[in-house]
């Protein structure tokens, strides 16, 4: 339950807190780890979903995943990073929404995670909710 004006004024605009799937940098299943770091690089995110090729969200990779991945016991080991794959090093655990409503849940899973991914009820990804819009929010509150 819904137990203030802020949770009231954030529950109202939640479905356009979203950014949706096609503005989400990802990388796919597959894809191996000279490509996931170069997509890393150039979107400058630190973490980003991955995808299969029908949209179903199978993890979250970073550039630090990828790092620790190729650390040799002397040296960094960049010939594995064509031969590893995102699936490989990914992170599987993470919160996931299949319902972007509820916004005290939305803002509990953001204290301690950047970003949250939303799927479908078959696990399509739709987007993702990240601490900066909510927080954005919280400040027009206050300003308000
Ligand atoms: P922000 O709150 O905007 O700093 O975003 C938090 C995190 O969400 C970023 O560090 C990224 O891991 C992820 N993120 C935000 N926007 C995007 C995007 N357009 N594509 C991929 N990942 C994103």
């Known amino acids: 339950m819904i137990s203030s004006k802020l949770g009231n004024f954030l529950s109202d605009k939640l479905d356009s807190y979203m950014i949706s799937a096609e503005k989400v940098a990802h990388v796919q299943m597959g894809n191996n780890l000279e490509h996931a770091l170069l997509v890393l690089t150039k979107c400058g995110y630190s973490v980003i979903p991955v995808l299969d090729f029908e949209f179903k969200l199978h993890g979250l990779i970073s550039s630090a995943m990828i790092t620790d991945a190729i650390l040799g016991l002397e040296r960094i080991e960049y010939e594995r990073l ?16 299949t319902n972007a409503t509820d916004v005290e849940k939305i803002v509990k899973l953001l204290v301690d995670n950047p970003f949250i991914c939303v799927v479908d009820e078959a696990g399509i990804f739709e987007g993702i909710i990240t601490r900066h819009v909510i927080l954005k929010q919280v400040q027009r509150y206050i300003h308000e």
């Open 82 to 97: 064509d031969q590893l794959k995102v699936e490989d090093v990914m992170q599987t655990k993470m919160p996931v929404l």
